[in-house]
């Protein structure tokens, strides 16, 4: 809660006058059933036509104060409500920019698209909610009870009856519903988890013949579903018939105990009218005080989401020495070992030590988890080092500011990605100032001029979230140009070319050479084919360098090596 | 293909009567408890007024009484007064428990009904309807349709049915008091409609707007952080952040004027009746000092007026949740509307087994039994032609045989074909021209279900459900024991690295598969294949997520599944079907090369090509 007060601060003013507004609106109102008494009781005894007359302008009076008071609480509410929910859409939006690669792995990108957009809009909804009833329902409670013991101590004394009563009972109707919520909405969750895995995998259960199988399934949950909302809706139903029954009595009992009054004199119907009005409103904004817990408590879990992000600690950030240095391309790792999580047993990388001079091109081959990824990224300090260090132009990655090193590394991903947009907006991510002549040259390079001047709209042709457009080897090489046209010292193409026949992707590569011929290359990949020409060839295997040379010197020495051409390569005939 | 922009619609309902038809084709079902819970709100309703009615005659009688009457029978009188009051509550109370009950029930197990019938009728679409229509479009007609429905059959339906009873027995009870100070009353109500129509009109401006809005910060939110780790490569942060500032100030602008305008709605309403109440306390005091309106009378009066703006408000705030609700029972309409899997002919052949053989089971023009001929795999395309769409042909004129146990490969790009090969095989979708047969038999005369119990499948996307490793497997055929599981398993080089799972077989995996790497799925997938033990086999793309190296080693396994079925093989990697009977290269719906490995090297064709990747696949 208290990580939520800074965002609320700059509508402090709003609040404030949102307060003050509510408490006119509430005071114009609770005067009405007096006034009214008054006419009814003094009014009419008295035959005093103008003091009726003046009663009720006061009364219309009131009310037209109260529809101003309103519409300013209306909107100063407002303005602090979605102020506040968009301070926090943002506080936590530049939070997640400040995430390092394994925070944003520890929560997955998909859990914090959804605190960043279900969760806030929740909590803006709740925010206004809150605002208005929150403030309300006390100032009613509060002023209600004033004018009811002024008016009648004897007969206030109902209320000492009637609020425990109620509040008691409301209690207890939310402490047994509140689990028997949790249990439905874990049913919803299920029930829509399976539907969405049936959707995806409708060929999967059509070519096994399994829709009976499915449908039977899913009629379990579909019951079980009906039955824990109908449990959990019969408690909670209980609510208005509880207030009924309580407002009621009290009603009753005004009636017999003031009723007595009035035949005593001491009090007359009038008065006893607003009695139960005042009554009324007493129990009606403890009710509403209830909803509200209610409503906020089912906040409470997006609330929990959402400074679970704000709590998190960026694991991975600029050390107080840190500077900006040009940087040349020379790369060395000593002694790394690596993994993601600290408490795992097992290193993902073991003792790597390799160096590379500016210019070189280093390839990485091995299987599937051999650690190839990690490796790489490891370099522009996307993860930390557990054990040894990370050297570029001998200087640890740490010492660097994090702009300054990234700013010069070229990175481009296996899991990539295009924006929505169009290819030039995409392209010029490498870099914002690149001219035209610069992006397409970068095009050219990575082979992707041709396809894109295909397209009638060419680099403005639209990219839609995701690049899903586009095919997998012209994402693959919009994503190599990308990055190329930031023209780095040191460029990392992590299986980058998987979806680009081998053609193409010799023709990359030799751009590499003539565009790049500065830049250190680290190249990681499934083919041969693609390594061959490397200049050094590092061969991993469950985390540990087990072979490096060029492939000449490899096909000699390295058995993995040999073991992974061959698997590529035709032996014999063997159909 | 040509990318371009599209504009996101927002939708009302297009049929209403239809769409509100087909609402009450599923409450019809609950009739009796509908009907029911209609004499539960009337009751209250009527012991609500009744206990406001009451209240005059204790007054006018007891309290304030025009002729001496002994305090003794005054107290009495309220005695029994407040006894019968007492009663009208009581019953008050009780019904309006059993009307909120009653229609819970009802409409919940309607709900239930209606996702039941979703579903099902889901399971029983084509996949050329899946193909078509985004799972997140479907899922939201099961999610928001279905929620946003549910809560207005729960509270739209009785609030506004009762407000329509309580306003017409607030009326007849104020006529019964005084014409005047009804009249005076009926004069407010357009005031109300109309302030409230007006409110109503431009807070849902403002709220489409917001929606819109909010809709373009989740979208931008959504697309940054799914890329989140490129935005950080490219140190885009702060440019992303800026960004994200216009959008998200936007939003708060329009969400501002919504809500100042939906917040308006209660004070506005509830003071024009602060009005309306003043005006008839003063009216209504002028009338009782000339005698037109008891004390009494004056008092019920002011009550029903407190009574009367209520539903007013609360119907007009039901408009917008019943609109939606409407739109969206129409879109489950449209859903229910769409035609089923076309159904098998009467007397479509089945698939019978005896023992470990498998037979099809024919049946003459009578129904009865005829013929049985033993499934062997020997399936062929006899000038086939297809297109998804009329205007596009894929499929032109293939015609191929597969001899039983045989294995066939088809090799080309992306849209060549292949896997429209074995949509048709399956009968995902139909053929427009040609037969394709299995061991003589025109597959549309054969039952769907037999027809794919007949083929053993294994798809490129590795989908998985949540559940555990065993049931996965299992899926492939229910009755599978678990030796059986762990053979098949073992047979596509599954079980060493499922044994070392934390659990297991018994290990759960999520439907999404979080927990195993994209070859391990795919190993699964293959074991769910062995274990249905079908005559026919069908890999797509089966490995494609598996690394050179462990593909050598599945390869044995691989073979083994093979031996004596008849296989189809898609794939991409050229190693995987090297050892094919016959390989089919396909290039723009038609199979322009065809032979075993060598003949195709041999031809210095396309293949050759592809071989020595002098072109591109994909």
């Known amino acids: 809660m208290k990580l939520l007060v800074p965002y609320l601060k700059p509508y402090r003013k709003s609040v404030t006058i949102a307060i003050l507004f509510m408490l006119f609106d509430v005071i114009c109102e609770i005067l009405q059933p007096i006034l009214m008494a008054n006419i009814v009781g003094k009014g009419i005894e008295s035959q005093n036509i103008p003091y009726i007359l003046g009663t009720g302008a006061a009364m219309l009076l009131l009310a037209c104060f109260a529809i101003f008071s309103g519409f300013g609480n209306a909107k100063h509410s407002a303005t602090a409500g979605v102020g506040f929910a968009a301070n926090l859409r943002k506080g936590l939006f530049t939070k997640v920019q400040q995430f390092s690669f394994k925070n944003i792995d520890d929560f997955s990108t998909a859990s914090l698209a959804t605190r960043l957009t279900n969760d806030v809009t929740l909590l803006q909804n709740s925010a206004i909610m809150g605002l208005r009833i929150l403030i309300r329902a006390p100032l009613m409670f509060l002023f209600g009870l004033v004018m009811a013991l002024r008016m009648n101590p004897e007969l206030a004394t109902i209320l000492l009856v009637a609020i425990p009563v109620l509040l008691v009972a409301l209690g207890l109707i939310i402490r047994t519903a509140f689990p028997l919520f949790n249990q439905m909405q874990e049913r919803i969750d299920g029930l829509n988890g399976s539907v969405q895995e049936n959707l995806t995998n409708v060929r999967v259960v059509k070519s096994f013949v399994r829709q009976q199988f499915e449908k039977q399934k899913f009629r379990t949950s579909n019951d079980g579903l009906t039955d824990a909302s109908l449990r959990a809706m019969n408690v909670v139903i209980l609510n208005m018939p509880v207030l009924m029954l309580v407002m009621n009595l009290s009603t009753l009992s005004v009636v017999w105990f003031g009723g007595q009054q009035v035949i005593g004199g001491a009090l007359d119907v009038a008065q006893m009218t607003a009695f139960i009005n005042y009554i009324f409103h007493i129990l009606m904004s403890l009710m509403m005080l209830s909803m509200m817990f209610v409503l906020l408590s089912r906040a409470s879990a997006s609330l929990k989401r959402v400074t679970e992000v704000l709590r998190t600690e960026v694991d991975l950030t600029d050390s107080i020495h840190a500077g900006e240095y040009l940087v040349k391309g020379e790369v060395k790792f000593e002694g790394v070992s690596f993994k993601y999580d600290p408490s795992h047993p097992k290193n993902i990388l073991e003792d790597i030590s390799f160096e590379a001079k500016p210019g070189e091109v280093v390839a990485i081959i091995g299987g599937t988890g051999a650690g190839k990824s990690s490796l790489i990224q490891l370099i522009p300090r996307l993860y930390d080092v557990t054990g040894g260090r990370v050297l570029v132009d001998g200087r640890d990655v740490r010492d660097y500011s994090l702009d300054s090193l990234r700013g010069q590394i070229g990175v481009v991903l296996q899991k990539n990605t295009l924006f929505s947009g169009t290819i030039r907006d995409n392209l010029k991510w490498g870099n914002s100032q690149a001219t035209d002549e610069e992006v397409i040259a970068a095009a050219k390079a990575a082979q992707a001029h041709e396809f894109v001047s295909g397209f009638p709209d060419g680099y403005d042709t639209w990219v839609e979230q995701g690049g899903v457009n586009l095919s997998g080897g012209q994402k693959q090489r919009l994503c190599i140009a990308r990055a190329m046209l930031k023209k780095p010292p040191i460029l990392i193409l992590d299986d980058s070319t998987s979806a680009v026949d081998t053609a193409t992707e010799s023709k990359i590569r030799e751009s590499f050479h003539t565009m790049l011929a500065h830049t250190t290359t680290f190249l990681i990949a499934q083919r041969i084919s693609s390594v061959r020409d490397a200049d050094r060839i590092i061969v991993l295997d469950d985390g540990r360098i087990v072979a490096t040379g060029t492939h000449d010197e490899l096909m000699q020495t390295s058995e993995e090596y040999q073991e992974i051409y061959y698997s590529q390569q035709e032996k014999e005939a063997d159909a | ?618």
């Open chain 2, 1 to 618: 293909m040509a990318p371009h922009k599209k504009p996101a619609a927002i939708r009302k309902p297009k049929n209403f009567g239809a769409s509100v038809a087909f609402v009450w084709s599923y409450l019809r079902r609950k009739k009796g408890m509908l009907f029911l819970a209609a004499v539960m709100v009337i009751v209250n309703i009527g012991a609500s007024l009744a206990g406001t009615a009451m209240l005059q005659p204790i007054i006018d009688n007891f309290l304030q009484p025009v002729e001496q009457i002994p305090v003794a029978a005054r107290l009495s009188g309220l005695l029994k007064g407040v006894i019968t009051l007492l009663c009208i509550y009581l019953a008050g109370v009780c019904a309006s428990y059993l009307q909120t009950r009653l229609m819970l029930s009802a409409t919940q197990r309607s709900i239930n009904d209606l996702r039941r019938e979703l579903f099902d009728h889901l399971q029983d679409l084509s996949v050329r309807y899946y193909d078509t229509h985004t799972h997140g479009e479907m899922m939201s007609r099961f999610s928001n349709d279905v929620d946003t429905l549910n809560d207005a059959l729960a509270n739209s339906l009785t609030s506004l049915f009762s407000s329509v009873i309580t306003l017409s027995g607030i009326l007849f009870l104020m006529l019964r008091q005084s014409w005047v100070l009804t009249l005076l009353t009926l004069a407010m109500t357009p005031v109300m409609f109309l302030a409230a129509g007006n409110l109503m009109k431009r807070s849902s401006k403002y709220f489409v707007a917001q929606q819109a809005n909010l809709g373009k910060v989740n979208g931008y939110v959504e697309e940054i952080i799914t890329g989140q780790k490129v935005v950080k490569v490219f140190c885009h942060e702060q440019d992303a952040v800026a960004e994200f500032d216009e959008y998200n100030e936007a939003l708060r602008q329009t969400a501002t004027t919504a809500l100042t305008y939906s917040g308006l709605m209660m004070p506005v309403m509830m003071n024009i009746s602060t009005i309306n109440y003043a005006l008839v306390a003063m009216i209504g005091g002028l009338l009782a000092i000339f005698g037109y309106l008891s004390v009494g009378g004056l008092v019920v009066f002011l009550q029903l007026t407190r009574q009367f703006s209520r539903p007013i408000t609360e119907a007009s705030s039901q408009y917008n949740a019943v609109i939606t609700a409407i739109a969206g029972a129409e879109r489950i309409y449209e859903v229910m509307l769409e035609p089923a899997e076309e159904p098998d002919p009467p007397h479509a052949a089945t698939l019978v087994q005896e023992g470990h053989d498998f037979f099809w089971q024919r049946y003459g023009e009578d129904g009865k039994p005829s013929e049985r001929v033993p499934v062997a795999g020997d399936v062929r395309f006899e000038e086939v032609s297809f297109g998804y769409v009329p205007e596009k042909q894929i499929l032109k004129q293939i015609s191929l045989y597969a001899k039983p146990g045989q294995k066939i490969a088809f090799v080309g790009s992306t849209g060549a074909g292949k896997t429209t090969i074995i949509n048709l095989l399956t009968r995902f979708y139909d053929i427009d021209q040609g037969r394709i047969t299995v061991d003589g038999i025109d597959i549309r005369d054969i039952r769907k279900d037999s027809l794919r119990d007949a083929m053993s499948v294994v798809l490129q996307d590795t989908h998985l459900f949540t559940g555990t490793v065993r049931e996965n497997i299992r899926y492939g055929r229910l009755s599978a024991t678990d030796e059986e599981v762990e053979q098949a398993a073992r047979l596509a080089s599954a079980h060493s690295f499922i044994t070392r799972l934390p659990h297991g077989y018994d290990t759960v995996i999520e439907g999404d598969g979080a927990n195993l790497s994209q070859g391990q799925r795919q190993l699964l997938n293959i074991a769910r294949a062995a274990v249905a033990d079908a005559p026919i086999l069908i890999l797509d793309e089966a490995t494609s997520s598996v690394d050179t190296r462990t593909e050598r080693h599945i390869e044995h396994g691989l073979d083994r599944l093979m031996k004596g079925r008849t296989t189809f093989v898609i794939a991409h990697r050229l190693s995987t079907v090297r050892n094919s009977k016959a390989i089919m290269v396909m290039e723009h719906g038609q199979i322009i090369e065809r032979g075993t490995h060598h003949d195709l090297l041999d031809q210095r064709g396309r293949y050759y090509q592809l071989y020595t990747g002098a072109v591109e696949l994909d």
